[in-house]
């Protein structure tokens, strides 16, 4: 039990902190579009790296030197296009996407750009694979850690995608998701700048 609560914790540490997945899982919350494969992609997808890095594949990023800098650059290509998109919807204030409103991307179109926030960033590979890999071999119940850190995974998305919800009264207003696209857009290219430099 002590190493499935210092998995969970440990893992809900790491994956609350803002970043372009949580953003996109919020903001598809919000819109209370494809929330349930979202955020079961952004969980499996964790719960796959977390068991990878328990496991001890960390080692093979040392044996391909040439993985990092590619999904690093990978990666922060992806972040500062989707920032300008991003900018561009707080711009021209169109992304509330209301109901029948605006344009809505279709299930694939969301699914490609989860999968995309997930396995293209590699501060996932940092906290999943490697951190969560490392701080798992201090424990003799390594599958107790690993189980706890993808249960922190699984509450948090849900909570997340679905906790959304509770916000869409303040996000009835078009100034609202300016706000947030303005927030999202610096997110992103913040991570993008810290990927770059």
Known sequence: MDAWIAGFGLGLSLIVAIGAQNAFVLRQGLLRLHVLPIVLICALSDAILIAAGVAGVGGLTRAWPWF????????AAFLILYGIKAFAAAWTGSGALQSGEADRPSLWAAIVTCLLFTWANPH?????????????????????????????????????????????????????????DLIVGTIMWGIAASLIF
């Open 68 to 75: 990092e800098p590619l999904m690093r650059w990978g990666g």
């Open 124 to 180: 996932v590979y940092l906290d999943t694979v490697v951190l969560l890999g490392s701080v798992s071999s201090q424990y003799d119940d390594r599958l107790g850690f690993a189980l706890g850190a993808m249960g922190a995974s699984l509450a948090f998305f849900f909570s997340l995608g679905y906790g959304a919800r509770l916000l869409a009264p303040l996000f009835a207003k078009p100034r609202s998701w300016q706000v947030l």
